[in-house]
Structures are given as structure tokens and as C-alpha cells.
């Protein structure tokens, strides 16, 4: 055990050296605006490997490849990986250390700016795998989400306090919006919680790596989900608020009050209170009646 451990002391600080080598050598810092906080902690990389279940028949999509220190532990595993990177200097540092590597294609470019299906050959459905910028975090949420039916799983490394959002319960100060949203498109699992020393340079948060499993089909039928959706954030707007008051832009006082009756909801009720079933029977029946 005691040997365990020292190895992988030894290899975190042979991670830092390198990375405070690579910026020495091109005379820059890690960029703030981008969120660039490299993983140098070597035990995390095989708990990231198995939570996404990564084989040799699979194809994965990482986000944000850094240093390439996760993509060669991809490209251990995987059949192909696609390493996605926006800094310039970073993409050459990567096409250096991969150039004979056939299993690895490096993309220059920005997620939210690429077509995901692009990446990767029609017959396939490939695993994301993500340190994700945190300032950034819940637009690439949606850009995955978007590409459910063509992704398997995302493990996703990000902020611990919004990974505790996603995986919240009805109730607690955590769930909203949010909550239901991911819920909605994919199952979500906790996987790990990770202090800021696990990263160079630390970042002033605690971080969480999250799986997302893609559903074949969402969790709820809804009529109209752009209306579901609506119904979801507007009663999170005014959490605080009464059910009855915080969803007066979508029905009359009295059209709402015979929708709360009908479904058995308390008009007294707040969102954090109602789960994701409740709420696509309260969106159903408000647009119903209006």
C-alpha cells in the first residue's frame, strides 16, 4: 500500500513538472478565460476510464484535451479517440505527442462551435469523455444533451456544487431546473468528488466527476417539450414563490386553480417540491387549457 502511494505521488509530480515545463518552454500561463485546469492526479485517470466503461470496440469524443494526459489513457483503452482542443499551442504540443498514435485525431476548434456528428463515423455511437471548462459548463451540457440519440455515455469532470445540482432530489435547496433538465435526457450517477489539489493549478472549487447515461427515450411523454420546458424554468425563477403565483404568466387565476385541483396539486406547493412526473403533467394540462 505504502508503495501504491508513493508511485502515485511520484507520478503526480513527474505531471506537474511536465505541464511547468510546457509553459516555461512557450513562455505562457495557463489561460484563466478559458478554464484551464489540468488533471494531474494519475489514480483519477483509471476511475475516469472505468466509470465510462471504455473499450476497445468504443469510439470516444474528449472535450478539452489539455496536455494529452487523459487522451493517452483513452488510447489505451479505446478504439479511437477524438481529442478536441481550442488553444493553438495546446493542439501543437498534442499533434507533437501523437503524431505516430493512429488511434488519435486531434481537433482544433470549440465544442460549442462544432457539429458533433462530424466527429465520428455514422455507424458508431461513441462515449464522451470531458474535463470541462467550469465557466462554460452548462452550455456544453446542453450541446450533448442536444445529440442524445447519437451519444452513449458522458463522464463529464465540472464543478462539484453544479454536478449537485444535476444529481439533486426533490426538496433540497440543489434541485431545479437544471435537475430536471439533464434528468429529463439522461440518467445521472456521482461518481467521484475531487479537492482542487487534483489539478494544475488548482482551481478555488471542489470538483465532481458526473456520468451521464443517455436515454433511448425521455423520462416523460410531454405534448410539447419547448412548453415543458418553459413551464420548468418559470417555476424555478420564483422558487420561493407559490406554485399559484409563480405561474401566472401561462393561465388566468382560475384556469390554474382547476389545473392544480384536477391534478391534485396544492396551489400552495413550490417547484423544488414537485418532481419531474408532476411537472409534465402540470405543463400537459396547462397547455391544454389555454
Known amino acids: 500500500m505504502k508503495n501504491t502511494r508513493k508511485n502515485a505521488t511520484h507520478e503526480q509530480n513527474l505531471l506537474i513538472q511536465q505541464a511547468q515545463a510546457f509553459f ?25 476510464i472505468e466509470a465510462g466503461k471504455v473499450t476497445s470496440n468504443d469510439v470516444v469524443i474528449e472535450i478539452g484535451a489539455g ?31 501523437f503524431s505516430s ?17 462530424s466527429l465520428f463515423p455514422p455507424d458508431s455511437r461513441p462515449k464522451v469523455v470531458a474535463n470541462l471548462p467550469y465557466g462554460i459548463t452548462s452550455p456544453i451540457l446542453w ?5 442524445t440519440e447519437i451519444l452513449d455515455t458522458c463522464v463529464l469532470m465540472m464543478q462539484r ?14 434541485y431545479g431546473a437544471l435537475t430536471i433538465g439533464i434528468s429529463y435526457y439522461a440518467d445521472t450517477t456521482l461518481i467521484d468528488l475531487l479537492m482542487p489539489d487534483n489539478f494544475y493549478p ?23 417539450e419547448g412548453y415543458f420546458f418553459r413551464v420548468v424554468r418559470e417555476a424555478f425563477r420564483g422558487r420561493r414563490k407559490m406554485l399559484k403565483n409563480s405561474l401566472r404568466r401561462f393561465a388566468p387565476a382560475n384556469t390554474l386553480s382547476n389545473v392544480f385541483e384536477e391534478l391534485n396539486i396544492a396551489p400552495q406547493r413550490r417547484a423544488e417540491t414537485l ?7 402540470l405543463a400537459d394540462l396547462l397547455h391544454l387549457n389555454v
Open 161 to 174: 456544487e453544479v454536478a449537485e445540482r444535476i444529481v439533486a432530489s426533490p426538496g433540497g435547496k440543489d
Open 24 to 48: 516555461r518552454a512557450n513562455r505562457t500561463r495557463p489561460k484563466k478565460q478559458l478554464g484551464q485546469h489540468f488533471l494531474i492526479n494519475p489514480e483519477i485517470l483509471s476511475v475516469i
Open 143 to 147: 450541446k450533448l444533451l442536444e445529440n
Open 202 to 224: 488548482a482551481p478555488k472549487v471542489d470538483s465532481a466527476l458526473l456520468k451521464l447515461t443517455m436515454r433511448e427515450e425521455p423520462r416523460v411523454i410531454v405534448n410539447d
Open 275 to 281: 418532481d419531474i412526473t408532476e411537472f409534465a403533467a
Open 101 to 117: 498514435d493512429r488511434k488519435v485525431q486531434i481537433v482544433q476548434a470549440d465544442i460549442l462551435e462544432v457539429d458533433i456528428p
Open 67 to 97: 496536455l494529452g494526459c487523459l487522451t493517452a489513457a483513452l488510447a489505451e483503452s479505446a478504439k479511437n479517440v477524438v481529442a478536441i482542443e481550442v488553444d493553438p499551442q495546446l493542439v501543437s504540443e498534442l499533434e507533437t505527442q
